[in-house]
């Protein structure tokens, strides 16, 4: 059975990602298997201190080309700090976003262009890309009034972008199942939580015999 592979999960906001993640990794707990979750932007200080400015809502005026490389810095930093190592020691890293959210938020939905924000992150990363990424999909308008909905989640800058932003992003997504379908293995996560995680608990038994 492989034990240290590094599977990333993508989606839109309101996806759902993070508390199918945390179950994920109980399950994974369960099963004896050593498991880092962790997060993109962020995981550790650095790139913590990295996200908060991404993300400040305040922040409006941050030019495209500035987001990416932002995104980029914050990645490398954690993945060199924080996943490598874990894969190295024998960890399985789940990671909520990775490089594909660079891809299909700056690089499709803002227009910079994939294959330039790819070129940026396979220097920032050293061209590794994950063995698995969970693609949640789901129309923008069912995440974002889940989003509103939950009083308690942390609205950041992405958020507040228009629907058909959110819309490119989607768009941008498929772009990239059709791009890596070998490694991008899509979720319906316009479902109930229990079921998103029977799906993903499947897609990772496959992956892992």
């Known amino acids: 059975m492989k034990r240290n592979l590094f599977i990333t999960f ?3 906001e309101g996806a759902g990602k993070t508390t199918v993640i945390q179950k994920i990794a109980e399950r994974l707990a369960q099963e004896n298997i050593d498991v880092l979750p962790t997060r993109e932007p962020g995981g550790i200080e650095i790139a ?3 996200r908060a400015v991404i993300l400040d809502p305040a922040h409006t005026a941050m030019d495209e080309r500035t987001e990416a490389l932002l995104y980029a810095a914050a990645r490398s930093q954690h993945y060199f700090e924080k996943v490598r190592p874990a894969l190295d020691a024998g960890k399985m890293v789940i990671c909520d976003r990775f490089i594909d959210s660079s891809l299909a938020y700056q690089g499709y939905a803002r227009g910079i262009g ?3 924000v790819l070129a940026i992150n396979e220097f920032a990363i050293g061209k590794k890309l994950p063995d698995v990424t969970i693609l949640f999909d789901l129309a923008p308008e069912v995440g974002l009034a889940r989003i509103y909905a939950h009083g308690n989640r942390e609205v950041n800058r992405l958020d507040v972008e228009s629907l058909a932003f959110h819309e490119k992003v989607r768009e941008g997504y ?16 316009d479902q109930n ?12 038994c496959d992956t892992m015999q």
């Open 10 to 12: 993508e989606g839109p």
């Open 48 to 50: 913590e201190k990295i």
């Open 193 to 204: 939580v229990e079921q998103v995680i029977e799906d993903v608990w499947s897609l990772l």
């Open 174 to 189: 498929l772009q990239l199942v059709e791009r890596y379908p070998t490694r991008i293995k899509v979720v319906n996560a």
């Open 114 to 116: 994939v294959d330039e």
